[in-house]
């Protein structure tokens, strides 16, 4: 005989509610286990102030901070920049502890620029007295200069902003021969006494008849006793040495040379 199917019913419903796929007290659907609640989005905080040394034109402040670039530590530090001035750390770099401006008045200007070779003279008894000879010629060199216009105390002046040596100068060497007296007896002769006579002891002398120097040398005398270039181009020294180079060539006839003034070398 067939039992109803209420009775049928009864059991299967029970077994399922015991299986947790009834609903619950209130009616609602269960929530899926093993779901965890959504976190709420960390705060981010503003940047601490902290210091930072600003530099412009070498006038040095201290300004507290929360700006990341270097633009932004000057905006804030109410540092106002021109077209063309320099700023280091670049405008749009992380600002660290220290910030240089330098103010001007142009955009930089790169060239080119030649050193000149130092002359440098060795003595050299292989040389005649009052010569020279190179020994080696002397090179420029070489450097990048970049300058450009800035104000400086009122003044619109010229500065340099940087120097690289792209190739030094190399030395040119000169051997020198002894720059001494003539010698002998005509050395003790007394040559500021004519000196004095003839050019009162101005050894650029120039006389517009043709005479140069402290002894008044005619160019020909001049050569003779191997002199170059002017006699008045001469030291005093290399003057004397050749005068008394002149007093011995002409064996002590010292009338044809200083007529007038020649008296006074015996005096």
Known sequence: MRRPL??????????LLAAGCGGGGGGGAAKPQGTAPV???????????RKVVIVV???????????????EVLEQAKVKLGKHDLVKPARTAPSGELIKVVRLLSAPVTKKVRTPAP????????????????????KDGIKIVQTAYAKRRGKKVTIVLSEQVKRKPVARIL?????SGGGGSAARLNW????NCESHNNPKAVNSAGYYGLYQFSMPSWASVGGSGRPSDASAGEQTYRAQLLYNKVNGRWQGQWPNCGKFLFS
């Open 175 to 179: 051997a020198v021969g002894p720059q």
């Open 119 to 138: 002359t440098v003279k060795k003595k050299s008894s292989k040389v005649p007295p009052w010569s020279e000879k190179e020994l080696r010629k002397g």
């Open 57 to 71: 034109d070498k006038k040095r402040t201290e300004a507290m901070t929360t700006g990341t670039t270097v633009q």
């Open 6 to 15: 209420t009775t049928l019913a009864l059991p299967l419903a029970a077994a």
């Open 39 to 49: 976190a709420d989005a960390p705060r981010t905080s503003a940047p601490a102030p």
């Open 192 to 195: 500021p006494g004519l000196a």
